[in-house]
């Protein structure tokens, strides 16, 4: 009943201030593609990813409406299968780079994290990255999200893109879970947490942060993620 309750008070709220996702117009596109692209770097912490990354990165390469971003692949030492399908790709793609961990894996993936914005610190000033962006190696990404991204950078210092789990069969039940508590959260949660000024969850991906927002945290707390927990929602 208090988890209902919870649920109620969300969807009140929704439901009276009309909360809900509406599609992009085609002035905002047209405003997105008129902005100079800013230098986007996608994090990605890999343990155990030989099977997908190398399709993810070409995938994902072919389809993005956006030229001015590097794909960053944090892999372990001990991640050999990992390491070397990484390295391949690099050779493939120059706007692939491979940050390899201090540590053997498994660490956790805010460690991970952490180890490829100390990286990001030591490259030449001209190839810095404004935006720093969390990726997974099995994620499908929208064509549109870097160009959403780079124009939503302009207001804001942390910007959460909606993540969706691919539709799977109604039997897989804790899939379909995983996917319903997705859906929920980014239609209808985060919706109402910003209206209300109440803090936003990252969801582990696709959360872009800005330059001032990165060296802010660092400031305040000696690295930018917790490396000690274990669950990916920041």
């Known amino acids: 009943m208090l988890f209902g309750l919870d649920d109620l008070f969300i969807d009140t709220i929704a439901w009276l201030k009309g909360l809900f996702p509406r599609p992009l117009t085609r002035e905002i596109l ?27 990165i070409r995938g994902n390469s072919r389809q993005l409406l956006y030229t001015n ?14 390491l070397i399908k990484a390295k391949r790709i690099a050779q493939e793609f120059p706007h692939v780079h491979v940050v390899v961990n201090s540590k053997s894996g498994p660490t956790s993936k805010g460690q991970m994290l952490n180890e490829i914005v ?11 990255p404004q935006l720093y962006l969390i990726h997974d190696a099995e994620d499908v990404i929208h064509p549109l999200s870097l160009k959403i991204i780079n124009w939503r950078s302009r207001v804001s210092d942390l910007i959460q893109i909606p993540v969706f789990s691919l539709q799977t069969s109604q039997r897989e039940m804790v899939a ?20 209300l000024g109440a803090p936003i969850p990252s969801a582990g991906v696709w959360t872009a942060l800005t330059r001032n927002y990165v060296k802010a945290m660092k400031k305040k707390k000696g690295v930018l993620f917790n490396s000690s927990t274990e669950t990916e929602d920041y």
């Open 118 to 128: 100390q990286h990001l610190e030591t490259i030449p000033v001209e190839c810095k």
């Open 30 to 56: 047209e405003k997105a593609n008129s902005l100079p692209e800013k230098k986007i770097a996608i994090m990605v912490a890999a343990w155990h990813e030989d099977d997908v990354i190398t399709s993810m």
């Open 69 to 82: 971003y590097d794909f960053y692949i944090g892999v372990y030492p001990n991640d050999q299968k990992t």
């Open 176 to 195: 379909s879970l995983y996917a319903d508590e997705f859906a929920e959260s980014h239609t209808k949660d985060i919706l109402v947490r910003q209206h």
